[in-house]
C-alpha cells in the first residue's frame, strides 16, 4: 500500500447515477485481508485491485448526486473508497444515515456492518436463550465487544480472550463480561476452557480459528453452536492450521455455521431499533481505535493482524 | 474380543421388569468404535465393559417378560448384548416389531437406527431441496446407500463415494446414484469433487472425515450444509487429522452440524410411513452384508473399518 496523490472532479459525470462523497472515516476490517489474495470464483466481494485505491466500508458525505435517492449533504454509509474523495456508483450498496446523534463513526462499527454482524452472528445463528455459557474470542473487537454486551443483557454467562491485559481489563471492566483472559498467557487452551467453563459451552462466537477453535471443541455441549464470523489467526498463514477436534460436533449433536453480514442488511432497520436505544440508555458502550489521517491506513489495517488496534479500528480522514 | 460360554436361565427374575430376549440379528455398526475407548463425560452412551458381553442394536425375540408393555413372543429392536439370550434390563431401548412383512433383518439397518439415521440427517439436518448437489460418502454403507436414494426420489443429483469398483457398481446399478468414485483410486480428492460437481456441492453427508472432508469444504457451494453422521476413517488414528479448509463455512456461509439419531427416535413412527411403502413398492432397495453365527461378529465388527463389508453389516445368531 502506497498513499498516491492525484485529482477528481467533485462532480457526478452528466448522466450518471453515481454519487460523489467527501470519505469521513474509514473502516479497518479482518475480512480485508481476503480481498488481498486472488479472486477466487466464489468470493462474495471482489478482490482488490492493484494500483487502484482500497476500497472497504465508510461513512461519507454526498457533495454531489446523480442517484435520485440521494442528495447533497447526505450522510451515507457503505463500500467506499481508501480517498479523500470518492465517485461511487455502486450505489446499492449505501445506507443513508438518519441519527445523528451518535458518534459518526459508530456507522464503520457498532451502526454499521461490524454491528449487523454480531447481531446477525449471535441473535440469528446461534439462538441464544438465557442463561446459556456463551464464549467470545477476539473479544474485544469491533464485533466481540457487541456479541459479548448483547449476551449479558439477554443473561448469558460471558466469558470473551483477548491478546492483552489492556483489553481483557476492557472486557471485564467496561464490557461487563463475567470472566476474561489473555490467550497468549494461557499455554493450554483446552484447561483455561475448562477452568472458566466448568459446566463446557454452550455458543462460541468465533473469530479467530486455530487453536482456539480446537480448544472449544474440546468443551462443547450439547447442541452447542459456534457462529464462525471470522478466522483472523488464520489469514495470514501459508495454509491454515489443521482442525483436530470436530469429532465432538458429531458426539454433542453441535452445530458450526459460517455467515456474512450482507445476507442480513435487510434487517438493518430491525438492528437499529434494538440498539439506538442501547446506546442512549448507555447499556451498551462502544471502544473505538482511532487512527487520524488517510496516510495512517495501511498501518491501521496491517495492526489488525497483530491485534495492535484496541476496540474498532478507525480511521479518520475528515470530521466533516 | 472373544467369545464365551455360560448359561442363563431363561426366566425373568420375579419382581424384575427386565425383559428375556432370544437374539437373532446383531448389528454392527461404526459408532461401536467410540464405545472401545475410555469412558468420557459427555458421551452419549455407555463404554464397553471388559469382560461383559459387547451390547448393541439387535432384533430379539421376548421369551419372558416382567415389563407390561412386552409379551412372550413379541419381535423387539434396540439395545441388546452380544449373546444368544439376553436379559435387557433398560427395556425403554426396546422398539416393538409390528411389520413383519419385511426381513426381520431390517430393523437392525434400514428400519432401526441406521434408517432413523438416514431419515433425520437427511431430511432434518441437511434441509433437502428438489434439484441440489448432493453427495454422500461411505454411500454404500447402512446408512450411505439410504441417503442417497431418498435424495434421488427428492430428485437431487447424488454422487457418492465408496472404496471398492464393487461398492461403486452397486451405487450406481442397484441404488441408482447419478455418479459414484472410488475414493482409493483418486489422488486428489478436490479434483475427482470438481469433476463430478462443476457446480459445487449443496449437501454432504458426511460418514468418514479427514482429507474427504477438507476436499468437500473447497467444493461447498453458499448455503450448504454437511450433516456429520460419522467420520469413520478417524477413529481408529491416534489423532484425528487436522481439517484446514474451515475458512469455507465462512466464504460459503455454510452449516455443518452434527447428529445423533436416538435424539429423533420420537419421529420413528413417521419414519415407518414413509419408508415402508418405499420398500414394498420397490422403491428403496437395501444390501445387506450377512455374517453367520454369533463367533463371526468379532471379525464383522472389525472389519466396518477397513471396509471390508458390503452394505449393512448383519450377524445373524439365530433365524427365529
Redesign the interface.
Same mark, same amino acid.
Given at each position: 500500500m502506497q498513499v498516491k496523490t492525484s485529482s477528481i472532479k467533485l462532480k457526478v459525470p452528466d448522466g450518471s447515477e453515481a454519487v460523489l462523497v467527501k470519505n469521513l472515516y474509514l473502516s479497518c476490517d479482518p475480512y480485508m485481508r *481476503?480481498r488481498m489474495n486472488r479472486p477466487?470464483s466464489?468470493?462474495?466481494i471482489g478482490s482488490f485491485q492493484p494500483g487502484s485505491p482500497i476500497s472497504g466500508y465508510g461513512v461519507s458525505k454526498v457533495l454531489d448526486s446523480g442517484h435520485p435517492n440521494f442528495k447533497k449533504g447526505d450522510l451515507v454509509w457503505g463500500l467506499t473508497g481508501w480517498e479523500e474523495y470518492s465517485l461511487i456508483t455502486a450505489t446499492e450498496s449505501l445506507f443513508k444515515i438518519h441519527n445523528t446523534d451518535v458518534p459518526l463513526s459508530y456507522y464503520t462499527g457498532i451502526l454499521g456492518m461490524p454491528g449487523m454482524t454480531a447481531y446477525a452472528g449471535f441473535y440469528e445463528i446461534c439462538s441464544p436463550k438465557k442463561g446459556e455459557y456463551v464464549f467470545v474470542s477476539a473479544a474485544s473487537g469491533a464485533v466481540g465487544q457487541l456479541v459479548g454486551q448483547f449476551a449479558k443483557l439477554l443473561g448469558c454467562y460471558v466469558v470473551g480472550s483477548a491478546g492483552s491485559k489492556d483489553k481483557v481489563d476492557l472486557l471485564k471492566n467496561k464490557f461487563g463480561f463475567d470472566e476474561a483472559f489473555n490467550y497468549k498467557e494461557e499455554s493450554d487452551l483446552d484447561a483455561a476452557l475448562k477452568r472458566y467453563f466448568p459446566e *463446557?459451552i454452550d455458543i462460541y462466537f468465533e473469530n479467530v480459528?486455530g487453536k482456539m477453535?480446537d480448544a472449544v471443541l474440546l468443551n462443547l #455441549?450439547?447442541h452447542g453452536r459456534i457462529a464462525?464470523?471470522?478466522?483472523i489467526s488464520?489469514y495470514n498463514l501459508e #495454509?491454515?492450521?489443521?482442525?483436530?477436534? &470436530?469429532?465432538?460436533? &458429531? &458426539?454433542?449433536?453441535?452445530?458450526?455455521?459460517?455467515?456474512?453480514a450482507p445476507?442480513f442488511y435487510h434487517k438493518y432497520s430491525n438492528y437499529l431499533e434494538l440498539v439506538l436505544p442501547y446506546i442512549k440508555e448507555g447499556k451498551v458502550t462502544y471502544v473505538e481505535d482511532i487512527a487520524e489521517g488517510l496516510e495512517s491506513s495501511p498501518a491501521a489495517l496491517v495492526g489488525l493482524f497483530t491485534g495492535r488496534n484496541v476496540g474498532k479500528q478507525v480511521v479518520v480522514v475528515a470530521r466533516e
Open positions: *481476503g477466487i466464489a468470493s462474495y *463446557g480459528g477453535l #455441549r450439547v464462525v464470523c471470522g478466522l488464520q #495454509r491454515p492450521e489443521g482442525v483436530h477436534n &470436530l469429532s465432538a460436533l &458429531l &458426539l454433542k449433536q453441535a452445530r458450526m455455521e459460517g455467515f456474512l445476507s
